[in-house]
C-alpha cells in the first residue's frame, strides 16, 4: 500500500478505528442471541455514526466471496477497452445517473466548494479545473421508473447485467437490516421505528463501480488532480467496499482533520448520508469524505497503484418527504432543517455534481 502507507506517514496516520460487529442482526447465530446482544450492537454502530458519521462493519453476513466478487466485477468492466465501455454512455447532464462515465467526465463538488466560487459566473467550469481522475458506472433497482438502468451490450461483458442487478438485490437487502440497526441503535419504537422504512426505498438506491487508474509520479508531480473531492452522500447511508490500496478519508468534524478509512479485510465502511443527518437533526453526521492524491514527495517512483470501490447508496424514494424525528427536537437544539422531498434536495445537489462536458 504505498499511497496510504506514505500518506500515514506524512500526517501522523490518524485512521478510523471503530469496527463494529452487527452480527446478531444479521447470522443465523447472532439471530439466536438475546434481543440484550442487538441492543449493544445497535448502540455501538450509532455511538461511531454519532462521532465520525463513519463506522466499519463486520459480521455482516457478505462472505469473502461476495465481496472479492464485487471488486473482480468492477475490474473486468474497467479492464474493456474505453470503446467497449462507451457502448453504455452515461448521458449528458445529471439525470439518468446511469452507465458509464469515463475519466474527467464527472466532476464532484461539495455545497461549501459552490459557496466560495459563486460569484463566479459559471461554477461548474471553475470547480472544473482540477477534474477528478476516476471512471465510473451507475446502475440502479430495474424496477426503477425514473431512471432506467443502461447497460452493456451481453457479449461486451456476459454476465454483467445479471450480477450486477443481483448485487443490488442483495445489498438493498443488507441496507434493509443496516437501517434496522440504526432504529435499535436509537431506541425507536413503534411509530418512530416506522418512520425509518421511507429513509431506504425498494427502487431509489443506487449501486456505483469506480476505478481509481494508477498515476506516476510524474503526473502527480505536474497536474492538477483529484480522485474524489470532498462531499458528502446525499441520500440515507453508503455502504462501501474498497480493495487494500487505501485512500479514502474523512472529515473529522471535532479536530476538522481528515483520517483514513484503511481498508479491512472482510469489512464494509458505513457513512452518514444527508437524509439521516436531516432525520436525527444532527445526531448523526453526514460527514465530508474524499478519496486523495498523496503529496508526490511522499511516492515512490513507481507512483500510485489503481484503485476500486464499490460504493451502494441506500435513498429514500424519490417522492418521500424526509422530516426530523420529533425526539431529537429539543430546547438544546433546536430544529435545523425543513422537511424536504428527497427529488428536490437531489435536484438542487446534482446540478452541481454534473455529468459529461460543459
Ligand atoms: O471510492 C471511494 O472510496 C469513495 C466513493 C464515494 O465517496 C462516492 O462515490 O460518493
Ligand atoms: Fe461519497
Redesign the pocket.
Known sequence: MPHSAAALAENGGARITETVDLSPFFTEAGRALPDSARTEAGKALIEALHSFGFVKVVGHGLSKHEIDSALGWTKKLFDLPYEDKMKAPHPPGPMPHRGYSGLGQEK?YSKDDVKATSSSADVGKVLRKISDF?E?YEIGSEQDPVQQNIWLPDDVLSGFRSYTTSLYERLSGVSKVLLDAIGVGLGLEGDEHATLTGLVSDRHCQL?L?H?PPIGKEKLQNELLA??PP?T?WGTF?L?F?DQNG??ELKDAQTKEYIH?EPEEGAF?L?AGDMLQRFTNDYITSSL???SVPDPSTVLDSGIPA?????F?TCPDFSHTVATLPRFVTPESPAKYEPVRFDQYGSIISKYQYQGEE
Open positions: 464532484v476516476k465510473s456505483r469506480l481509481y480522485r474524489l462531499h452522500d453508503t462501501l474498497q485512500g479514502l478509512a465502511v457513512n469524505h474524499r478519496v484503485r476500486y470501490s464499490v460504493p447508496f
